[in-house]
């Protein structure tokens, strides 16, 4: 006996709904996989940056410390002193200070003062022994002039820090320093004559300083740090790092190529994953930045990087894929008994209705449905007519909210006028269309001069009815294709668009002050408003729509510090002393006059 339409039908739409339901699932838990890796990449990205942000801050730190040792009295007294008590005196006190500055900073190896003279003989050191500082003594001290953080050192002005390349210290007699990953930083000692005369130097061991650094990062994160050569300083197998000092080269270049182009300084980070570049980050998710450091910008760099298991960032995955396949399941056997009801209901009229569905949501009158049928087709007919007519009806009036909400969300509420959010991205598109067009833009930062004298004076219903006010003078002033938005309390910004847009934004600001200054009826009372505005103008006074709207606030306090009731261009305040001395007027204005009626 051949199967009848009831079961070819059963069977097709049961195989649909598994292979939909099994598609569905898959793709969910790619795209589940492919979402968890970007997000550890931009984690990893974050915790990088501010990783290497941290070390650049702790260089300098080290920097400012070896200034501070290097500017003390003592060093070039002792440097200067061949012998005496005097002599000994100062170099205990010195040695002193050494012991100090090891004992509260960890990373600190080595400090040292060196001389000019006796071919860069050290005057006093202290070395890190373990936990505790150690003084060497006369008879161990070295001559280290052939050194360059000593030679370039004694070449530089007074005031100068050298920084050198990271690197294995391999001097002997370092204690606790030798063959760790190291950063030396040095100043010159300068006489009372101005005189170079001898080197402060400072040894920080780079891992106990990423130690301390990464404290509060994820135990699960891994480090790698490479000098500028590529040369692995740190990195998860200690038997690998630093090559060189094994007789092996172990370029971070070559073990992920990818960073190359941080090497090369074609770019600033990288990022790899096990998923997508199996090659180069097997079973991990890494992130890679170049950081410079140093006096110099661009000098010296390093690049730092953390890495996090890839097993670990889809385990979430592991069990999203576990509760997949249980709902491919369920819906599997929800399928075939659907198919099979639906085969046996539906035969003939599922055209029609198949139809129907397929223009819902067209503007031509569908098919006419069997409504007149008194049977179960008939009631299905006329269900899916009221259906349709009732989610039509639903979405005209979600339509209509969405309308309402977007522009509730765009708009003030008291002025009906747009508000920071959407002024923004008004004056973003206008400074797009400048950029192609070679347009001006000008922007007016408006604020009401004592406005709060108003609320504190006739009460916030007053203060509100005024900004409505001031809201409708400031639409009946500009231009049709000019726009104006409330910021917030009594601020207000205005956006200018034109060939001469210099002209007209003076032109506007002045008439605005002259509409402003008519009394105001309010509460049957006379008030008189008056407002300070400050005018930036693209490009001339900023790039971008923050950059403009800062500027305009700038010029608006001048302004106000002025004598408020005047307007200001931000080119007339170039002067950055200027700027800051009318702002630092403006913080100390008070409100001391009574609101005039």
Same mark, same amino acid.
């Given at each position: ?28 838990? $790619? ?69 100090? =500055? ?43 002039? $052939? ?8 070449? &530089? ?117 096990? &998923? ?65 009801? @639906? ?6 009229? /599922? ?22 049928? +008194? ?47 959407? =002024? ?17 833009? +000008? ?7 004592? =406005? ?84 930036? $103008? ?5 790039? @971008? ?10 010029? &608006? ?15 007339? /305040? ?24």
């Amino acid at each position: 006996m051949r199967p009848g339409l009831t079961f070819k039908l059963s069977v097709l739409l049961a195989c649909t709904g598994i292979l939909a339901s099994g598609l569905t699932g898959y793709y969910a838990y $790619q795209a589940n996989r492919r979402m968890l890796v970007s997000e550890a990449e931009r984690s990893l990205l974050t915790s990088t940056e501010l990783l290497s942000q941290r070390l650049s801050t702790a260089i300098s730190n080290v920097a400012a410390d070896t200034y501070v040792l290097a500017d003390l009295q003592s060093p070039p007294k002792i440097v200067q002193l061949n012998s005496g008590l005097a002599d000994e005196q100062a170099k205990d006190r010195m040695a002193l200070a050494f012991s100090n =500055f090891i004992r509260h900073h960890p990373e600190y190896l080595q400090i040292r003062l060196i001389t000019r003279q006796r071919s860069g003989l050290e005057l006093v050191r202290v070395d890190r022994d373990g936990n505790r500082p150690v003084r060497v003594l006369d008879g161990n001290l070295r001559e280290v002039g $052939q050194f360059p953080y000593v030679s370039e050192t004694l070449a &530089m002005a007074p005031g100068g820090i050298y920084i050198s390349p990271i690197t294995v210290n391999h001097e002997p007699g370092a204690r606790s320093a030798e063959g760790k990953p190291a950063l030396l930083v040095a100043a010159p000692v300068v006489s009372e004559s101005g005189a170079v005369v001898g080197v402060m130097v400072i040894d920080v061991d780079l891992t106990s300083l990423l130690k301390i650094l990464q404290i509060d990062l994820p135990r699960d994160y891994q480090v790698y740090l490479a000098n500028e050569w590529g040369n692995f300083v740190i990195r998860p197998d200690v038997s690998k790092a630093f090559g060189p000092d094994r007789g092996a080269s172990a370029l971070m270049q070559d073990s992920f190529v990818s960073t190359k182009a941080l090497f090369e300084q074609t770019k600033s980070s990288v990022i790899l994953n096990g &998923m997508e570049q199996p090659q180069q980050a097997p079973g991990q998710v890494l992130a890679f930045i170049r950081k410079p450091f140093g006096m110099s910008a661009g000098k010296h760099f390093m690049v730092l990087g953390l890495s996090k298991p890839l097993a670990d960032v889809l385990a979430g995955a592991k069990l999203l894929g576990d509760s997949i396949i249980r709902m491919i399941l369920i819906f599997s056997v929800l399928a075939i008994v659907l198919a099979v009801l @639906c085969a046996r209901v539906v035969t003939q009229p /599922l055209q029609i209705l198949a139809r129907a569905a397929s223009h819902f949501f067209e503007e031509t009158a569908m098919e006419a449905l069997p409504l007149e049928r +008194a049977d179960e087709i008939g009631i299905l007919a006329r269900c899916f007519d009221q259906m349709s007519r009732e989610i039509k009806s639903r979405m005209d009036l979600l339509y209509n909210k969405q309308h309402e909400l977007v522009h509730l969300a765009s708009h003030d509420d008291l002025t009906k006028l747009p508000n920071r959010m959407l =002024f923004l991205q008004k004056l973003e598109s206008a400074i797009q269309d400048a950029t192609v067009s070679g347009e001006q833009l +000008a922007v007016l930062f408006i604020d009401l001069d004592r =406005f709060k004298l108003i609320n504190d004076q006739f009460g916030h219903s007053a203060g509100d009815s005024v900004l409505i006010a001031v809201a409708k003078r400031l639409q009946h002033v500009l231009r049709g294709g000019d726009l104006v938005a409330r910021l917030g309390g009594d601020e207000f910004v205005v956006l200018i668009k034109g060939l001469k847009t210099a002209d007209a934004a003076t032109h506007i600001a002045a008439k605005i002050m002259r509409t402003l200054d008519d009394e105001l009826l309010i509460n049957n009372q006379l008030l008189t408003v008056a407002a300070s505005i400050g005018i930036s $103008q693209f490009p001339i006074d900023g790039a @971008c729509a923050e950059a403009l709207l800062l500027n305009a606030d700038a010029a &608006m306090y001048a302004a106000k510090a002025d004598g408020r009731h005047t307007f200001m261009h931000f080119r007339d /305040l170039a002067d950055a002393q200027k700027l800051k001395a009318v702002l630092s007027k403006v913080a100390e204005m008070e409100d001391s006059k009574p609101f005039s009626v």
